[in-house]
């Protein structure tokens, strides 16, 4: 079992910077792997990024390539989302979640999610 809970959201004007942080229980955190979804008014969950539990690799939305980095600390239990050059179509809840596997990016296969933190980036 694993506990997520995300902070760090904000309003932030475009081309601003906001950082995600997820914390998470368990003594098991190294071994999944974490992601980031996004999920705006009226829109789907969204994959944005994600990293691995063996070898530190992540993989990203193209859209927030080259302004979005994810990184994780497991030694306190923490992954991180720093968002850069943020852009109005960012602006969505943003969650957390885990998986016991390789990396995914659909939401249907992550097991565990924090309970959302919203961005909101005006023009």
């Known amino acids: 079992q694993v506990h997520l809970v995300e902070s760090g959201g904000g309003l932030v004007q475009a081309g601003g910077s906001l950082r995600l942080s997820c914390a998470a229980s368990?003594?098991?955190?190294?071994?999944?792997?974490m992601g980031w979804f996004r999920q705006a008014p009226g829109k789907e969950r969204e994959f944005v990024a994600a990293?691995?539990?063996?070898?530190?690799?992540?993989y990203k939305l193209d859209s927030v390539k080259g302004r979005f980095t994810i990184s994780r600390d497991n030694a306190k239990n923490t992954v991180t989302l720093q968002m850069n050059s943020l852009r109005p179509e960012d602006t969505a809840v943003y969650y957390c979640?885990?998986?016991?596997?390789?990396?995914?990016?659909?939401?249907?296969?992550?097991?565990?999610w924090g309970q959302g933190t919203q961005v909101t980036v005006s023009s």
């Open positions: 990293i691995s539990s063996s070898n530190g690799r992540t």
């Open positions: 979640a885990a998986r016991w596997g390789v990396v995914a990016d659909t939401a249907n296969e992550y097991d565990y």
């Open positions: 368990g003594r098991t955190f190294s071994t999944y792997t």
